[in-house]
């Protein structure tokens, strides 16, 4: 059976049974959130009719979110038409074509096979101003769905030699089609529109497959700035730990970095009865392993920021009797800020290598690794102003700041290869009435979306966008 699901198009009923009064002073669509009933997922049949009775609300709203509400039908039926249709990272190749020959018919000139299947989407204003990037990611993850959804997936995909089932279970389906209604809107809007705006729709960002490159930093070594340098770079997430109606975001260190790493101890190998005739690799890795605890506990100045070193892999051996030649140990550091990622990283190194040194063994040591994402920083200046965007378009209740978190997103690149400030929020995607704390998470078979989310994620990053180009109507 469906969980019970949050229903856009059911808030104009509620609108409409308050009074005109009331219905004057609101311009905050999500302020009936609490109000609107469970509902089954509507099915696509069902949608018109939906329609109908959204169009309704228009006159409750500002003028740009009753555009984004009249997109809504659409919104989500390229939502579901991607997540019925998920692809892997790096192969998001009907997803491009459908987003490239969307941005097309809006009238954005459209770039196709950036970082493999990346799309760009650039719209000029009438008027001059600012220029602003906003990203959505495209790729789905080697997951078989378990949703009862109408639309779930039953796509299948090669991944690591092996046939998977695939899923959008990050909800990237989501910031795709939010993306396109805020590139429809945009287009509307283009007479009396200041500025030019970038929409990038990114391959890979859950990361490519090993021996493959791509995401973010494929994106931008590919040429993505190199016609359009933004002077800002929105993103957005869903988030199942967040009721649908609340958008969340952090000034400062938001996600974490996050870089891993392998350390090759060279011992010698001996018989395990005659320890002294060789170097073993498994005791110097034991005690590299003890002393790098101390790098968050007894260096870094935890003042600032948190931070985390985990061992996730501890290989060595084949025998018991025998000392083996080599150890290897695999792990992953997390930060929230940029000098102390750097310290960790350069102690993690200390550590390892003189640890071996005072044991007689070598190390190899691939710190970092090769695949890692920077510390998601959102600048404070901008983040009140977006902030204060997102206050507009959803209401002020509705806007939380949040804790931050030690998970990481290739995101930071781009404001990172232009030093230009960027801002990322989540948009909540849990139903009312299923607790958001024990809700299946990203990545889950069964994340389930509310598909009312579609509406906020768009509205809210339609009104940043906006208000960051100096858009003041038409
Ligand atoms: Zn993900
Ligand atoms: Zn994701």
């Known amino acids: 059976m469906l969980r019970p699901l949050y229903n856009p198009f059911a808030l104009s009923v509620a609108q409409r049974s308050r009074s005109a009064a009331a219905r004057r002073n609101s311009r905050k669509i999500p302020r009936t959130f609490d109000r609107a009933p469970a509902m089954k997922l509507a099915p696509l049949a069902a949608l018109p009719l939906l329609l109908a009775t959204g169009a309704a609300s228009a006159a409750d709203t500002p003028s740009t979110n009753a555009k984004v509400d009249a997109a809504l039908p659409q919104i989500t039926a390229w939502r579901r038409d991607l997540h019925q249709h998920p692809e892997l990272s790096n192969h998001e190749t009907r997803t491009a074509q459908l987003v490239a020959a969307e941005l097309k018919k809006l009238g954005y000139d459209v770039r196709t096979g ?13 008027k001059p101003g ?58 509307q809007l283009k007479p009396a529109l200041p500025g030019e705006v ?52 952090l000034p400062g260190g938001e996600l974490a970095s996050s870089d891993t790493f392998r350390i090759v101890i060279h011992g010698r190998q001996s018989h395990g009865a005659q320890p002294w005739a060789g170097i073993d690799p498994i005791v110097v890795g034991a005690e590299i392993v003890v002393d790098a605890q101390t790098i968050v506990s007894r260096q870094l100045d935890i003042n600032k920021q948190p931070a985390v070193v985990t061992f996730g892999i501890f290989n060595g051996g084949q025998r018991f009797n025998i000392v083996p030649e080599t150890a290897e140990l695999h792990g992953t550091v997390r930060a929230f800020d940029e000098g102390m990622r750097a310290q960790a990283l350069k102690s993690l190194r200390n550590i390892a290598e003189h640890i071996a040194a005072a044991n007689g063994a070598t190390i190899t040591a691939d710190i970092p690794l090769g695949d890692s994402n920077p510390v998601t920083y959102n600048d404070p200046a901008l983040t009140a102003r977006v902030r204060a965007s997102l206050e507009q378009a959803l209401g002020r209740e509705h806007v939380i700041e949040t804790a931050r978190w030690t998970a990481s997103e290739d995101f930071p690149y781009y404001g990172q290869a232009l030093k230009t400030p960027s801002v990322y929020f989540f948009v909540g995607s849990t139903a009312l009435g299923i607790d958001p704390a024990t809700a299946p998470v990203n990545h889950s078979p069964k994340f389930l979306l509310d598909e009312g989310a579609l509406a906020v994620g768009t509205k809210g990053m339609l009104q940043a966008a906006l208000d960051f180009l100096g858009y003041k109507g038409g």
């Open 114 to 126: 950036i970082a493999h299947t990346g799309v760009v989407g650039v719209l000029k204003g009438a």
């Open 130 to 187: 600012p220029k602003l990037a906003i990203r959505a990611d495209m790729d789905a993850l080697p997951v078989t769905e378990q949703t009862e959804l109408p639309f779930a997936s039953h796509a299948t995909g090669e991944y690591l030699g092996k046939t998977v089932g695939v899923m959008h279970a990050c909800g990237h389906d989501a910031h795709t089609a939010m993306l396109l209604g805020v590139a429809t809107v945009l287009a």
């Open 198 to 249: 970038m929409l990038i729709f990114q391959p890979a960002e859950e990361g490519a497959a090993p021996g493959e490159e791509g995401g973010a930093p494929l994106m931008v070594k590919d040429g993505v700035f190199k016609d359009f340098k933004p002077d800002a770079v929105f993103g957005m997430h869903v988030r199942s730990a967040m009721p649908v109606g609340t958008v969340a975001v």
